[in-house]
Each structure stands twice: as C-alpha cells, then as structure tokens.
C-alpha cells in the first residue's frame, strides 16, 4: 500500500508564510503527479497545484505568484512554499499522489490533509 503524510500547516498572521510538506511511502515503483488541494469549510476542494515528475508546475489562479510547489524525487517528498497568505488561504490542505506501485499497478492516493489558519 501506499501512504501520503502531510505536514507543517498552522496559525500564521496574514503576510506570514508556511512551508507544507507531503511525503510519500510504501509499495512505490514510480511517482507521477503530486498535487496540492485545499478544501475551507462550507467549500468544495479546490485545486490549488500540481508538480509532475519532470517538475514542471501548475498553478490554480489563486495560487500564482504566492506559491511555490517544488519536490525531491529522492525522497518521495512535495513541498508548498506559501507566501504573502491571506485570511481567505484558510483551509485543510490535502496531498494527493500518483503513480506506479508496480510497472503495471498504478495508485492514487490522498493524504490526511493539515490545517492552515490565517488570521487577520
């Protein structure tokens, strides 16, 4: 099986920033995709970025210019470097992660999520 751990969310004053991270173990031959998503109450989960394996980035609009998604292959790890956060980047953030636990068994799997509070 495969396990997504996320880590470092918080409080932070408006302006602050928070570097979240997102580790993944188990049965993994490859990893494709790793995303983040956040989902504030009363929302649906929203996408917030994705790095590929290549590490090429994409971005949600919200995210642009404030986030940075970046990653270590070596071990199995993502990272959102959030800056400049707002009250409204109040949320649970989620990892999610794809790839290969086998040459032939592909996974999809989602992390717990950890809390970011923003306070104004």
């Known amino acids: 099986q495969v396990r997504v751990v996320e880590s470092g969310g918080g409080l932070v004053q408006a302006g602050g920033s928070l570097r979240l991270s997102c580790v993944a173990s188990?049965?993994?031959?490859?990893?494709?995709?790793m995303g983040w998503y956040r989902q504030a109450p009363g929302n649906q989960r929203e996408l917030v970025g994705t790095i590929d394996s290549g590490s090429t980035t994409k971005y949600a609009d919200s995210a642009k210019g404030r986030f940075t998604i970046s990653r270590d292959n070596a071990k199995n790890t993502a990272y959102l470097q959030m800056n400049n956060l707002k009250p409204e980047d109040t949320a649970v953030y989620y990892c999610?992660?794809?790839?290969?636990?086998?040459?032939?068994?592909?996974?999809?799997?989602w992390g717990q999520g950890t809390q970011v509070t923003v306070s104004s």
């Open positions: 188990g049965s993994i031959f490859a990893i494709n995709v």
């Open positions: 999610n992660v794809g790839g290969r636990r086998t040459r032939w068994i592909e996974f999809d799997t």
